[in-house]
């Protein structure tokens, strides 16, 4: 099995965590080969059949426990949220480029990179819970990256408005936060892997900024009054701040998206 179609739905369809990651190293492996096909010949899946790890304890954001960074179960709580973000970050990716077709080859070979990359990000974070004495499964999580996912399985411009440059541009808001709290509890081996993970997402937002202009373009309409318009419709009442102008300009965003994201902010 080679064609990253086929791939991607067999990761989206097992429900074995390991399985999952199985699958996305041999993507990686074939990729370096160059052994990757992407002939398209069957539709997608209703995203209805993408299953999740039964190991996963899914709860409302608002029963996750908060914990201080300063004892080691509040540095697990953390990394496990963030392990739950980059693993949730795999399937969105692989149902990106699974379920969008017709779409230009070079699409299917960014997103697969970005991909291969949560991956990376995975496998860090889930060595560093080892290290602490825990495992990705042993706190719950919630599902609202999945949520968007579902919301937008009709159409890759609204998915790119909602996931990349909105979902993931968030954590370019919150990460640097994070960073200084772990730095302040003497934690230096995960400030490395949240360092890291932040420099990755900036070229992650960054290209869901160059897809969903391009698909703008193409489809003859403006970029800045669909974001709005989608972020309106999937979010009444627009994003709460506060946001990295700093990075967010680096990823993508305009001048203009970023008054504007911050002038809903201050309503």
Known sequence: MNNI???????????????????????????????????????????????????????????????????????????????????????????????????????????LRVTLEELGHFEMLRRRLSELGSDYGELPVHDGLWRVADDTAHDVLARLALVPRCMEARGLDVTPGMIERLKQAGDGDSVKILRKILADEVGHVALGSKWFHRICRDRKLSPEPIYFDLLEQYFQGGLRGPFNRKLRLQAGFSQEEMDRLQAQNKQ
């Open 5 to 111: 179609f086929d791939l991607a739905e067999q990761c989206l369809i097992t429900s074995d965590l390991e399985s999952k990651l199985e699958i996305t190293r041999k993507a990686r492996d074939l990729r370096q080969a160059d052994g990757l096909t992407f002939s398209d010949s069957k539709p997608p899946l209703p995203i209805e059949q993408v299953r999740w790890p039964p190991c996963l304890q899914f709860v409302p954001p608002k029963d996750l426990p908060r914990r201080s960074l300063n004892a080691k179960t509040g540095r697990i709580a953390l990394l496990h949220a963030v392990a739950h973000i980059e693993f949730s970050a795999i399937l969105l990716h692989w149902d990106g480029l699974y379920r969008f077709r017709g779409l230009p080859t070079e699409y299917y070979h960014d997103w």
